[in-house]
C-alpha cells in the first residue's frame, strides 16, 4: 500500500478527531487494555474510539502516536490483509514515539484482520477495533484472537443518554417536578418512534436519516458482505418480521408470506437472510424459554435493535413500538438472558421472562379495559415457578400497584422502567 495515501488517511482522520463532537456515553473501559467495538451502524462506536484517542493526548501523548484508519474510506480499496504491515511502517515514519495507538475502524471489511489483530496484541501494541458484524464475536473469532481483545457491544443511545444529549434532567427529583417530568415523558415518546442513533437526536428530519443508516445497512452490511442475489426477499422478510414485532413467527411461515407477494423464497433463505440480519445488528431474536432446542430456534419474536428502524415500517402501531423499546432496554442490560414464556399446555404466555433475575415482565400499551388478561398469566406463572420476585406490567403512562390472589404486580410506565 503507498505510504504516503496512508499518510494522508491518517493525518486528515486525526483532524476529524481533533474537531468532532464527543458525545458522553455510559461506557466504561480498562485501561492498557485491547478492546473490539461491535454494534450497528452509526450506533456511536467510531465517537468512542474519538473519545479514548482524545484522552490520550489530553494524558501526555503526542497526536504523531495516534494512528487511524478508517476502512470504509475510499482511498483504501482494494486494501488486502497484506497491506496491513505498511499501517504500522508509516505508523513509525509518522512517529519516532516507543508507543503508538491504533484505532481501526470497520476491520471487518478486510478478511483475516484477525491475524493481524492477534500479531499487534502478541506484540503488545495498543489497538481498539470497532466493526458492524456480529461475526467478530463468533467463537471462531475468539479462538483466532486468542482472547487478546475485550468485546463490548455498543448500542445505539439509551434513553437516559438521549435525555443527556438533549439536556433534559431525569433523576428522581426531575421526575417528581411537573414541568421536568413532562419533558421526560415528551423525550421518552420521540424517543420511542425515532430511536436513539446519536446523529439523529437533534435533526428535523430524522426518518430520512434514520432511513439513509437502514439502506446502508441493507446494501452494504447485509447484500454486499453476504452476496445477497435475492434482495426483494430480503427486503419484504424484514418488513414482514417489524409487521410480527410482539409475536413469534417461524422461518416457513415467513416464507409462505414472502411467496405470497409473488417473490420467490424458500425457508432455508430466511433462516439465512434473518442470520444476516441478526449479524449486522439489524434485529435479534428472543427464544421460548419451555420450548425444545429446535422450536426455540425455529419459532423466535424478532426484536429491532433500535425503534427508529422499525418505526420505518410500521405507521399507528404505538404497542409494537412500545415492547419493541422494552426489549432493546433488556437486551441492552442482560444480553442474551432474554426470554419468552410460551406454553401451549398451560396457556401461559409472557413477554419477557429473566430467569436470572426471576422476573416475568408482560407488556400492554394501557391495562385500563385488559387487567384481568394482562395479569391473568403473570398469576399463573408466579404460582407454577418457584422463586419468582418480580412480577411487572409495563404500560405507555399507568403507574399503581395491582394485589391479586396474593401476589403483587407493578405496574410501570415504559419511560420509568426503562431509566431504571
Known amino acids: 500500500m503507498n505510504h504516503n495515501v496512508l499518510k494522508r488517511v491518517i493525518l486528515e482522520q486525526i483532524e476529524i478527531i481533533q474537531n468532532a463532537e464527543i458525545i458522553e456515553r455510559n461506557y466504561v473501559f480498562e485501561k492498557n487494555v485491547n478492546y473490539i467495538f461491535v454494534g450497528l451502524r ?14 490520550l493526548v489530553e494524558g501526555g501523548c503526542e497526536w504523531s502516536q495516534i494512528v487511524y484508519v478508517n476502512f470504509e474510506d475510499d482511498r483504501l480499496l482494494g486494501f488486502k490483509k497484506e497491506d496491513f504491515n505498511d499501517i504500522v511502517e508509516t505508523a513509525h515514519e509518522l512517529s519516532d514515539a516507543k508507543d ?11 478478511d483475516g484482520w484477525e491475524h493481524f489483530a492477534r500479531r499487534m496484541a502478541d506484540q503488545k501494541k ?5 466493526g458492524s458484524n456480529a461475526k467478530m464475536l463468533s467463537s471462531e473469532m475468539e479462538k483466532a484472537l486468542g482472547g487478546r481483545y475485550l468485546s463490548k457491544m455498543i448500542m445505539p443511545f439509551s434513553l437516559s443518554e438521549s435525555l443527556d444529549y438533549k439536556k433534559i434532567a431525569h433523576d428522581e427529583k426531575a421526575m417528581l ?16 418512534i425515532s430511536g436513539g442513533f446519536p446523529e439523529a437526536q437533534l435533526l428535523t428530519n430524522k426518518r430520512e436519516y434514520i432511513k439513509s443508516v437502514y439502506e446502508k445497512v441493507l446494501l452494504g452490511d447485509i447484500v454486499e458482505r453476504e452476496n445477497v442475489n435475492n434482495k426483494m426477499a430480503l427486503r419484504l422478510m424484514i418488513k414482514k418480521i417489524a409487521e410480527t414485532v410482539m409475536h413469534e413467527i417461524s422461518f416457513n411461515t415467513l416464507a409462505r408470506n414472502v411467496k405470497a407477494t409473488g417473490t420467490k423464497t424458500s425457508t432455508d433463505a430466511m433462516i439465512d437472510y434473518s442470520s444476516y440480519a441478526e449479524n449486522a445488528y439489524l434485529l435479534f431474536r428472543n427464544k421460548n424459554y419451555v420450548s425444545e432446542f429446535a422450536e426455540k430456534e425455529s419459532t423466535p419474536r424478532f426484536y429491532f435493535y433500535d425503534n427508529g428502524l422499525l418505526s420505518l415500517f410500521l405507521t399507528d402501531k404505538p404497542s409494537a413500538l412500545l415492547e419493541n423499546a422494552v426489549a432493546v432496554c433488556l437486551k441492552r442490560r442482560y444480553g442474551e438472558e432474554v426470554y419468552y414464556f410460551k406454553s401451549a399446555q398451560t ?32 398469576i399463573s406463572f408466579a404460582k407454577k415457578t418457584e422463586g419468582i420476585k418480580r ?23 415504559a419511560y420509568k422502567f426503562i431509566l431504571d
Do not use: M
Open 100 to 110: 503508538i495507538y491504533y484505532f481501526f475502524d470497520e476491520i471487518q471489511i478486510i
Open 391 to 413: 412480577l411487572i406490567i409495563v404500560t405507555n403512562e399507568e403507574e399503581r400497584t395491582i394485589t391479586k390472589d396474593g401476589l403483587t404486580i407493578e405496574v410501570i410506565p
Open 177 to 192: 417536578t411537573t414541568s421536568k417530568s413532562a419533558k421526560i415523558r415528551r423525550g421518552y415518546q420521540e424517543y420511542v
Open 126 to 130: 495498543r489497538v481498539y477495533i470497532t
Open 347 to 378: 396457556g401461559i404466555d409472557i413477554d419477557f421472562y429473566l430467569p436470572e433475575e426471576k422476573c416475568a415482565i408482560q407488556v400492554a400499551y394501557s391495562i385500563e379495559t385488559a387487567e384481568d388478561r394482562e395479569t391473568k398469566s403473570l
Open 42 to 55: 452509526r450506533a456511536g462506536k467510531s465517537t468512542l474510539l474519538y473519545k479514548i484517542a482524545r484522552e
